[in-house]
């Protein structure tokens, strides 16, 4: 399994982005894809899930009300809509299944 994020970059308060995690080889069946965070000095941290098959989703209450994670099955494709961004969420995203990690893409939230 490999995952591949994209759409990470640098956005002015309040704006918005939507990170991308393509998926390649076999997704195992009954686990939850997720995005996590990690800011400099700090651990990684859960920012949103949801079952690949379902459509259960679970978020990190800083984020909720802001961020919307999705997937589209047929692409493979694990979806972060970020909306209203501050500051404090500024970290390298990456996209979690199972124990494979993606590499990770840059967001930077500053004016």
């Known amino acids: 399994v490999q995952l591949v994020e994209s759409g990470g970059g640098l956005v002015q308060p309040g704006g918005s982005l939507r990170l991308s995690c393509v998926v390649s080889?076999?997704?195992?069946?009954?686990?939850?894809m997720g995005w996590f965070r990690q800011a400099p000095g700090k651990v990684r941290e859960f920012v949103a899930g949801i079952d690949w098959n379902f459509d259960n989703t679970h978020y990190a209450e800083p984020v909720l009300g802001r961020f919307t994670i999705s997937r589209d099955n047929a692409k493979r494709t694990l979806f972060l809509q970020m909306n209203s961004l501050k500051p404090e969420d500024t970290a390298v995203y990456h996209c979690?299944?199972?124990?494979?990690w993606g590499q990770g893409t840059q967001v930077t939230v500053s004016s």
């Open positions: 979690n299944l199972a124990n494979y």
């Open positions: 080889g076999d997704i195992p069946s009954g686990y939850v």
